[in-house]
């Protein structure tokens, strides 16, 4: 089995996502990540790095029936633009 030290992201764009998150869906959920994500290591880098979610149909992630609803993609493009724009001014 192999396995990684967990590693923070960046406190300030955390923020940020949650704003956009916020202003896009009314309200944002936070949560660890177990997986294994790229964002890891470019986090563990030195690299400002924030992950976002989008709800899957029925929970289920990593897998080959994985799903979202349409809507639910679409919120994710408005709030990764908004996050964008925030990340832009930020930097």
């Known amino acids: 089995m192999w396995q990684?030290?967990?590693?923070?992201?960046n406190?300030?764009?955390?923020?940020l996502c949650a704003e956009a998150i916020t202003e896009t869906?009314?309200?944002v959920h936070r949560l660890p990540s177990g997986p294994?994500?790229?964002a890891a290591e470019v986090a563990r880098a030195?690299?400002?790095t924030v992950m976002m979610f989008v709800q899957s149909l029925h929970g289920i992630s990593?897998?080959?029936i994985e799903d979202t609803k349409e809507e639910h993609l679409e919120l994710c493009v408005s709030v990764i633009d908004k996050l964008a724009e925030k990340t832009m001014k930020w930097f």
């Open 62 to 64: 990593h897998n080959k």
């Open 46 to 48: 030195g690299v400002p």
């Open 4 to 9: 990684i030290e967990p590693v923070l992201f």
């Open 11 to 15: 406190q300030e764009l955390i923020s």
């Open 25 to 27: 869906c009314g309200k």
């Open 36 to 38: 294994l994500h790229d």
